[in-house]
């Protein structure tokens, strides 16, 4: 077995299906040996920037690491604002990177591709990753790399293995199995406790959850936990999606002053509000219509809990909520709900224009004919139009914000978990990233995609009107499908949106990308409402 072997191995018994990949001279040994291996396939891109969002979506749908694979330096540096997504955003993706060989960094001379000093990546690394190992002894390798990658599981971020390129062929021994780390019994125990007493002493208490119940694997046991519970539950927007065909009935996704008023009410007020795995970003509460005062809740997450003055560290979510279920088996169990229907939707007439809501409403009566399909969104107005879909997965970043990130999450989810994807994305993400489909039939992949075309940045210039920027031309994106070996549908009007979404689902084996026309300033009511309500609440007060 030589040191790639012994990784790929490792990455497969952790959980990874696939790796996406762009070589470069550093990273050539590591990729030959890796097609030599067959062991995980190899999935090129285009460009680095869609290869960490790529292997971010694989991870978020389907559980376990993400792995993207670059060369030094040009490669590895164009991973960054991928990389800080998924550490901002939690999510368990591995980096790959070809490095010099310890001969070559030995030479004396500046080598091509390095910035400052050869170890400069490696320092940007540290700062968004939360761990990082350099393969460069075969004997300390698979210690090395069973620690970086069970760092990447444990604390759910991603981490950083740099494999100089004398050595993806060296002989290795084995990685070791997964190893969790135990946990102090009695602070568990006490932490439960203490816990449960205080949702016992609430009048009104709720539970709030996000995004790190998704990334712990825990949702069935968190809805069995709400069933035990007997209280009311609602996600943030970061984790809408998250239980939504668990058996659990939601009360809805929390948006203070842009969402629903009541169920605004009920979580500013409640004496009892549990915060199960929700990042305290402002994406997810700078909206609200009064602060919440987080002291008087409790608040689970990153393997701390916090309950007023009370905290308590290294007791990770998933021993939590194990231990929580122990000691409620002997309370009623409310039933699994059945699933909930979603309204009818309401369609504008067939020569209608298209709006942002106009667009999901056609969406919603779409999935209803024809069934539901996961959905990964770009951010600006596509997503918070997203948030009025009927439940459902959905992939997005909504607290890091990073334009770019729907086409190739749409790329990685349908290659990761083999279902095909609606894609939601604005013309200026689409700029970016949306290249990245003319490698769609290569991947085996065929998204429906649905490009909110309103020739700007809108959602930019909603915060900053009065900027002469945000303009971005008129791009016929469903004329350039075709070149990347996709169909293109254009849609001015909920008619013709309808019969391209009919059209793009008949037709499998080739992407279908829908340009769908949107009147200058049309932004969807969400949006508008936390745009209002972020500016509001971001005004220094006098």
């Known amino acids: ?75 590895a540096l164009n991973l960054v604002n991928g990389v800080a997504s998924a550490y901002a955003e939690r999510v368990p993706l591995v980096i790959l990177s070809g490095a010099p060989a310890a001969h070559e960094a030995a030479s004396g001379l500046m080598l091509h591709h390095q910035v400052k000093s050869l170890d400069s990546q490696w320092r940007i690394f540290q700062e968004i990753t939360v761990d990082q190992a350099r393969l460069d002894d075969p004997r300390t390798a698979p210690a090395l790399i069973a620690r970086v990658l069970d760092s990447a599981l444990r604390e759910a971020g991603p981490v950083y293995l740099e494999i100089p390129r004398d050595m993806p062929a060296r002989p290795c021994e084995p990685v070791p199995a997964r190893q969790t780390r135990p946990v102090d019994a009695e602070r568990l125990a006490a932490c439960a406790d203490e816990l449960l007493a205080r949702l016992r002493q609430a009048r009104h208490p709720l539970m709030l959850v996000g995004v790190e119940i998704r990334r712990y694997g825990i949702e069935e046991q968190v809805a069995e936990l709400a069933r035990r519970l007997d209280i009311p539950v609602a996600t943030t927007l970061m984790g809408r999606g998250l239980l939504h065909d668990a058996g659990v009935p939601l009360l809805g996704t929390y948006l203070g002053l842009a969402g629903d008023a009541a169920l605004t009410e009920q979580i500013e007020s409640s004496d009892g509000l549990l915060l199960l795995g929700a990042i305290l970003s402002d994406t997810n509460f700078a909206a609200a219509r009064r602060p919440i005062n987080f002291r008087h809740g409790i608040r689970v997450w990153q393997g701390q809990v916090e309950m007023g003055h009370h905290s308590y560290h290294d007791v990770p979510i998933k021993d939590l909520v194990e231990a929580l279920l122990l000691r409620l088996l002997t309370r009623p169990l409310r039933p699994a709900a059945p699933p909930q229907p979603w309204p009818a939707p309401l369609l504008p007439s067939a020569d209608a224009p298209l709006s942002p809501g106009a667009i999901i409403s056609v969406l919603n009566e779409f999935q209803q004919r024809h069934g539901a399909m996961p959905v990964a969104s770009d951010v600006g107005d596509c997503l918070f139009s997203a948030l009025d879909l009927a439940p459902g997965d959905l992939l997005a970043p909504g607290y890091y914000a990073s334009m770019g990130y729907g086409v190739p999450a749409g790329l990685g989810l349908q290659v990761a978990t083999g279902r095909r994807p609606l894609i939601l994305v604005g013309d200026g993400a689409f700029q970016m990233t949306g290249w990245e489909l003319g490698n769609a039939r290569a991947l085996g992949v065929d998204p429906i995609v649905v490009v909110f075309n309103n020739s700007s940045w809108e959602m930019l210039r909603t915060f900053q009107p009065e900027g002469q920027y945000h303009g971005r031309g008129d791009w016929d994106f469903a004329a350039m499908a075709a070149g990347m070996g996709g169909a293109g549908h254009r849609a001015a009007t909920v008619g013709e949106l309808r019969m391209a979404l009919d059209q793009a689902l008949q037709e499998r084996g080739r992407f279908q990308l829908i340009d769908a026309r949107l009147p200058a300033g049309s932004l969807s009511p969400t949006l508008s409402r936390f745009v209002q309500a972020v500016k509001r609440l971001s005004m220094p007060e006098d």
């Open 1 to 75: 077995m030589n040191l790639t072997q012994a990784l790929l191995q490792a990455l497969q018994a952790r959980g990874a299906t696939e790796v996406f990949g762009i070589p470069g001279d550093f990273a050539l040994p590591l990729f030959l040996e890796m097609q030599k291996a067959a062991v995980l396939p190899l999935h090129p891109l285009s460009h680095e920037p869609a290869l960490a969002f790529a292997a971010d979506a694989a991870s978020r749908a389907r559980g376990g690491l993400g792995v993207a694979a670059v060369t030094y330096g040009a490669g």
